[in-house]
């Protein structure tokens, strides 16, 4: 599966993913799914910049990943799919994206509206439910990085 990580993290590409995830995991591309994201080539530009030169990215509208999701998958290449938010990531479970994948959540923070769960993420009602509806068909978890303890983001959990 060359889809080696699926991210909610609200910075999508950033120090943390590219050095802290994408150097141990050996990534060379990062699918970001985001609505505004994908018809906007000058926000495109800016998050692209922070790629090494051997990287790439691509930004797609949810129902442009759901049609692609296989071949996403089936790259010779290693990569990752971030989204900013759950509700992204909720939509792409419900069209069946995620079956039996681990979705990792990260770079959630304080807001109003939002209680803590972790020091890294904080949670709306409305994303506590999103991440509810990813966990019928994904196992979601949190951890800032791939050497730190995953912390299972269960019902118990997210009560």
């Not at 509208?61 to 992204?88: H, Q, S, W």
């Not at 990531?89 to 959630?108: K, S």
Request: with cysteine; aromatic share 6%; charged share 35%.
């Amino acid at each position: 599966m060359p889809l080696e990580l699926l991210r909610i993290d609200e910075r999508l590409i950033h120090g943390q993913v590219l050095v802290g995830w994408g150097r141990p995991l050996d990534l060379d591309f990062y699918i970001v799914v985001d609505d505004a994201l994908a018809s906007s080539e000058w926000e495109q530009e800016l998050w692209a910049s922070a790629l090494a030169d051997e990287e790439s990215a691509e930004f797609l509208e949810v129902d442009e990943a759901v049609r692609r999701f296989g071949e996403l998958g089936r790259r010779a290449a290693r990569g990752a799919l971030l989204t900013r938010d759950t509700r992204t990531m909720r939509a792409l479970a419900e069209r069946g994206c995620l079956d039996g994948r681990t979705v990792n959540v990260g770079g959630v923070y304080a807001a109003e509206g939002r209680k803590k769960i972790l020091d890294y993420v904080h949670l709306s009602p409305e994303e506590i439910e999103d991440l509810r509806v990813i966990g019928e068909r994904a196992f979601v978890s949190a951890r800032s990085l791939p050497t730190q303890r995953e912390v299972r983001l269960d019902a118990r959990r997210l009560r």
